[in-house]
């Protein structure tokens, strides 16, 4: 079995503006911290909201992976893009 940092160096990076392209997100709506990340602009996410409201938004609120692979730390949010974690 590879380990972790072989399969991470053996990954083909994308630029984010393609990965933003194919789920709909506009180049526009991106704010670019290079070419392999970019934060989505908060009225491109309200207005996503209000025309997909059965949208989810996750967030991976950490990687902190241990030897064995664990400590990826997801955090699914329900209701609008802005909700607090653990809100209804």
């Given at each position: 079995?590879?380990?972790?940092?072989?399969?991470?160096?053996?990954?083909?990076?994308?630029?984010?503006?393609?990965?933003?392209?194919?789920?709909?997100?506009?180049?526009?709506?991106?704010?670019?911290?290079?070419?392999?990340?970019?934060?989505?602009?908060?009225?491109?996410?309200?207005?996503?909201?209000?025309?997909?409201p059965d949208?989810?938004?996750?967030?991976?609120?950490?990687?902190?992976?241990?030897?064995?692979?664990?400590?990826?730390?997801?955090?699914?949010?329900?209701?609008?893009?802005?909700?607090?974690?653990?809100?209804?």
């Amino acid at each position: 079995m590879r380990s972790d940092i072989e399969i991470a160096r053996a990954a083909k990076l994308k630029p984010i503006a393609e990965i933003a392209g194919a789920i709909g997100v506009p180049e526009d709506a991106l704010n670019p911290y290079g070419r392999w990340i970019a934060k989505i602009e908060p009225e491109f996410l309200r207005q996503a909201a209000d025309e997909r409201p059965d949208g989810r938004l996750i967030l991976v609120t950490a990687i902190n992976p241990t030897p064995a692979g664990e400590g990826k730390t997801p955090a699914l949010l329900h209701g609008g893009p802005f909700a607090r974690p653990g809100s209804p």
